[in-house]
Structure formats: C-alpha cells, structure tokens
C-alpha cells in the first residue's frame, strides 16, 4: 500500500493521502490543487488573458508546488518513519515514557510520548500508553480519544482487548 500511495500521489496530489488514511490532509491537498489548475486555465485560455497573464502564472506555480509537496508528505507518511536512526529515537524515548508512567511522573511521561508521536502519529504502543498516562493524570476525554486512535493504528490487533477494557473504564 506504501509504494502505490506515492505513485498515486505521483498523478494526483491528494490521492495518495487518502489511501494512507490521511482523509482530510488528502482532501485539502487535492481542492487546492484543482483550485490552482483552474486558475491556471482561467487565467491562459479566459476571456481577455494572454499566456503571460500573472493569474496564470501564479496559479501555475502553486499546483507545481502543491504536487511536490503532495508527492514529498506522501513519501514522508509512507516511508520516512520507518528509517534506522529515527527508530532509535522512538524507541529512547517511548522506554523513557514508560518508565516515567510506570513511576507515576505523568508529566514526564505525557512529554517523552507525545515527542514520539511527533516523530510516528501513528504508533499503536505509544497511543496506548499516552492514553493510560492520561487517564492517570485524570484527563479522560483525552484518554479516549488516544485510546480510539490506538484501535485505528494496531493493524495486529495487539491492543484491542485492553484498549475495550480501558474505554470501558472510561465510558461517561
């Protein structure tokens, strides 16, 4: 699924976000994108342009812009996270968030595994353990909405009993 939503990407800004799962972000790539295709056509072929028209121009240049950075956020989501040194970095500091929830130091551990989403918004085992921080810092709401982005992200299914269990705990 990686590859191909890059090569889609390729053809269409938006398109391959949307097969990652990135709906909205996909959504705004491919509107602005179009937004910017017409504007280019308005502008080189409307009533009154010549080719040297600054609409069409400019226009020109933000879907050339809009498709590289399409194309460079899709291969970022897809394959970016997976690289040797970054991991190193994830795995740092999510044992440094485990340890300081273990400990009871919940802002410590809302830090250290917060950074790691910033790095992969969409490891499991890091939502997982936000979530329980978060339920012990007594923020429920917040709870939930890790603990459903958890059950979204674990393609393996590891987490789903517990996180069940954790909803059900929270449920208001």
């Not at 340890?99 to 917060?114: F, N, P, Q």
């Amino acid at each position: 699924m990686r590859p191909c939503a890059v090569v889609f990407n390729l053809f269409l800004p938006g398109l391959g976000h949307l097969l990652l799962g990135y709906s909205a972000r996909g959504l705004i790539l491919f509107i602005l994108f179009g937004l910017g295709v017409d504007g280019f056509l308005i502008g080189l072929y409307g009533p009154g342009a010549s080719p040297s028209d600054t609409l069409a121009l400019s226009c020109a240049l933000l879907a050339v812009l809009l498709w590289a950075y399409g194309v460079y956020d899709a291969w970022w989501r897809a394959f970016g996270r997976f690289r040797p040194p970054l991991q190193a970095e994830k795995t740092k500091h999510f044992r440094a968030g485990v340890v300081h929830y273990l400990s009871a130091d919940y802002d410590a551990a809302l830090r250290e595994l917060r950074f790691v989403l910033r790095l992969d918004d969409e490891d499991a085992d890091t939502l997982y353990y936000l979530g329980l921080t978060l339920k012990a810092a007594g923020q429920p709401r917040l709870a939930r909405h890790c603990f459903r982005r958890c059950l979204a992200h674990d393609g393996d299914q590891k987490w789903h009993d517990e996180v069940g269990q954790q909803l059900q705990e929270l449920r208001p």
